[in-house]
DNA sequence: TATGAATGAGGGTTCATTCAT
DNA sequence: CATGAATGAACCCTCATTCAT
């Protein structure tokens, strides 16, 4: 059929464009290339930390060239924090949502927490937290911006939800700010660092987790919770 | 001629005596120069970490050659993890006394805590952790031994003095290993891992470790204090 | 078919050559562009030098893509022996003329003298010397040719004249060939390695100039000059 | 027999301590070993300049490690500088002897400027002067150093020579710096230009020096010297 | 036994050249 | 034909480790 297929042969080349077809070159520009180092690079440096990852290592991994990664990033240091930032981008994605969702104020507080440890903890994150606190001696901007847009970012929606619940008499919380950093601290802060300290090996089961989960729930409304809040 | 012959190897023999010290010398047994060696290591990686800290930087330093250095340590992995040791060892001393003092349930954790912020988070000890964690994937039994020996211990403690106050009816613990993690999460963990991800430049204040402790003692007592805690 | 055949190609080739601008495109034939590389190919090699220039800097200085500069000449090499070429070319042209206007011998001989010396210590004549001098192990032909066509022929335009002064009685030289090159080498050889080692930071004064080309006419007369010469 | 024994022994050691005994180790002071590495890099630096030299061929024509190179020169420019004032010093040692000797002014002349071009136009010569030209735009004070040793030095024999003939009555020289300079440019500088550009690619015979000092030496005394010259 | 000079693989980065577009 | 993204060898230099003394 002429005319479909003439709007078919259309409509694949505007998402081409759209795509920023892999075929258009500008220099360090092409989104796909990108990727596939930040990939590469991903693999290498979660697997050695950032110092002894080399850059000939990556170069193997990516299946670029070297020189080829030094268009896209202009050093060592440059790719591993554009690696650090869609990490973290990726791993605070979509907590929000949880805290929307119908349910207690401990139900929902569970259901947030149990998702917040469960990405902290998964091996990749764990490497990422790692490598970053390796190098934030030396690249300290690196290490507040993962925990600015982590952790604090978490926490920022936990306070605005305190607020909306204290407003709603279902809490009692003087400091919203120091109670979410609590409820992190006491749900994903123990697991997180043991996981970090490499003595859980593997990522924590979903027992382990709802255990300490709960438990950090508990403690936390015995605190701030009113007689309305499950 | 006998008598001056005798005399000068004797002198000979004084003298070497004199400079080898009360110790017997065998191979990496001088524990002297054991503890020179992790003193001069000390100072170098605590000021720029493991992978940038080289041999060279260490044997000058401690003052002790290189060879000397391989004898007592196989490998520079082999140095830091014996250093990680010494220094943990140190790190997490003398916590138990502080459990031991008179004073209330609330002044007892209260003093405890504070302690164990102070040293968690301070410059050395910070750089400490920010480093095995940094070789950690590298080097994962470090890892352990630093967490198992440290924030661990501190809880095995913390354990211990629950058993004792819950048969005092001071408090009212289902778990004291849940309730050792939770209080050290509450009151330590999260300074910590502000200053380790470096968003904390400087050790906290005392002003904000005492707020921090006395939310999470608060927090502490509400969910297992009994009437009689405080 | 030959008629439409044809047309195809005529409509082709007119369309070609509109797109050609005025000039017929052959591969690396337009003298436009040619120069236009070596402009931008002097600029880059004057300030930093063969080895330190890229490629990379020449294109951008000279607004050409790499390919086409490699259109144009074969190799970084080539692309240099060609710029030394035009430039040689410009720095002993129209010396000739001084030697053919009016005034005594000594008038013309320091004319001539002093018009050679500032050229050849001029800052990019200078830098062009350094640049031949520093390649020409590896590039013995282009040293070669920058010397015929430079310090040499500016000794041809000299002996010829000396052989038609000779004849007019107001120089007395027997060879004509060392002459000049004698003349050359006491007015413009010792500033112009004063400034090629780098001894000279700047060109020679104006006075320095007129100083030693006065000296070397001075010694040159004495040795060739009749009574007439002045 | 003891006391020969003895006396064998100190007289080895005195030995070993004067020749600076190959096996007394100090870092990057073994003679031997540095006067190897300046061997191996003359090699490599005269064949094909500072630039295009590796610090790879170097080690390779030394015959030690890369890293012993960097224990005794601390970069390339550094080896390199060490290796240019080496030479140098070797080039216009004993120049001052052929002052010394006895002779006309003519006679004395021509033995000191030959000796003086015959060195300057040597291949090792040329090919140092070739390089220190070559990197002087970024090593200034390299030529500076080698023009003011060099060339430089030989005219302050000159010009001592000079005026202590010019007491003497045997010539009549009203500025001795510049008459010095241009004996220098007449009989050594035309030469040393024409190896230096690789026009001579052979240094010039013994025919063709001896035609430019003696034409270089019959202007110089054309123009300097006293009816006692000769 | 303690020393430290020597090793050489490997570090991050640059750049002349190529070739698909 | 012009383009410039990609290549990868080669650059200078460092440093954990060894071993002759």
Redesign the pocket.
């Known amino acids: 059929m002429p005319a479909l297929s003439k709007n078919d042969q259309s409509l694949k080349k505007a998402v081409e464009v759209a795509d920023a077809a892999p ?1 258009r ?4 520009q ?1 989104p796909v ?1 990108r990727q596939q180092i930040l990939d590469g690079a991903k693999r290498v440096f979660l697997c050695v930390g950032f110092d002894a ?5 990556i170069t193997r991994e990516a299946g ?5 990664i ?3 990033f202009g ?3 440059e790719l591993f924090g554009a690696l650090i930032d869609r990490e973290r981008t990726a791993i605070f994605s979509s907590l929000a949502e949880t805290l929307e969702e119908e349910g207690s104020v401990r139900e929902t507080l569970t259901r947030f927490a149990t998702l917040l440890v469960t990405r902290m903890t998964s091996v990749p994150v764990v490497r990422a937290q790692r490598m970053v606190i390796g190098v934030s001696e030396r690249m300290p901007e690196l290490g507040c911006r993962f925990y600015d847009a982590g952790p604090d970012s978490a926490k920022g929606l936990l306070s605005a939800y305190f607020d909306r619940k204290t407003k709603e008499g279902l809490l009692d919380i003087p400091d919203t700010a120091i109670a979410s950093r609590q409820l992190f601290d006491l749900c994903a802060g123990g697991l997180t660092r043991a996981c970090i300290f490499g003595v859980l090996e593997a990522p924590p089961s979903e027992a382990l987790i709802a255990e300490t989960v709960d438990s950090g729930v508990d403690m936390f409304l015995a605190r701030y919770g009113t007689h309305r809040a499950d």
């Open positions: 075929n070159r500008v220099a360090g092409d290339k990852a080399s850059m000939n290592d670029v060239s070297k020189g080829t030094y268009v896209y050093s060592k240091e």
